[in-house]
């Protein structure tokens, strides 16, 4: 989640389960149960699953997705909320910048066409990455994108530079190249990864490679939720105590 400093409340993915509820609930006061924006990157339901818990209890005012379709039960739901109440909402068909406020947004580079209503057996391909920036710092959301991506978008000379990269993939082993590593020159990489889960993320390769770059790495399966601060010039790390 993104607090901005307007006050706004940008969620991207929900996770697998209705953990999210309490996840957000220390952030967002009782009396204001408002999200400005909900971006899906695909629609796994390890990402898509906790964002219905949150379409039936916040308001959500704007929705962001790729357009990508699934005949799963949890993206059905997700569709008739979206529809039911009426909200809002962008399909992202090309590069573009979407600002939200002053000096803070969003620089979409993936997907780069329209997808709406297709429907993928790998949905991780045509995953949303985009980059946030505010002030000098940015951030890179990756959502499940591939190697074939990364390829792409280097090839493209997109503006990959950031400072904090949300790993790929829960840090599987198809994504999180060395070369996209070096386009991107991140002071931190953010690896959300379950305990001990049974498709062996995050890779041997990727945790390589970062250590190789001198990247700080920060896994929520040994550090839980991992907070940062920015006032647009400097990024500081909230968590006090952390395993490099
Ligand atoms: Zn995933």
């Given at each position: 989640m993104v607090k901005t400093p307007k006050d706004k409340n940008i969620l991207i993915d929900g996770g697998p389960d209705r953990n999210i509820i309490y996840k957000l609930s220390p952030y967002i006061p009782q009396n204001k149960r408002t999200i400005d924006l909900m971006i899906l990157t695909h629609p796994d339901i390890d990402h898509l699953t906790g964002l219905n818990e949150v379409l039936e209890r916040y308001e959500v005012k704007n929705i962001i997705y790729n357009g990508v379709g699934d005949d799963d039960p949890v993206y059905k739901e997700w569709q008739s909320l979206k529809e039911n109440k009426k909200i809002p909402f962008l399909i992202i068909k090309e590069r573009e910048r979407l600002n939200i406020e002053n000096n803070l947004y969003f620089d979409f580079f993936w997907p780069k066409e329209d997808l709406t209503g297709k429907d993928f057996d790998n949905d991780n391909f045509y995953s949303l990455m985009m980059k946030m920036n505010f002030g000098s710092n940015s951030v890179l959301f990756t959502g499940d994108t591939e190697k074939e991506v990364e390829d792409i978008l280097i090839k493209d000379n997109v503006n990959l530079k950031s400072d904090i990269l949300k790993v790929?993939?829960?840090?599987?082993?198809?994504a999180t190249t060395l070369d996209f590593l070096e386009k991107i020159k991140p002071i931190y990489a953010v690896i959300s990864v379950g305990k001990d889960n049974s498709f062996g993320h995050p890779s041997f390769r990727v945790i390589n490679n970062l250590e190789r770059m001198g990247i700080t790495t920060l896994r929520t399966d040994e550090i839980g939720d991992i907070i940062f601060i920015s006032n647009g010039q400097s990024i500081k790390l909230l968590n006090k105590e952390h395993k490099i």
């Open positions: 790929s993939h829960h840090g599987s082993k198809n």
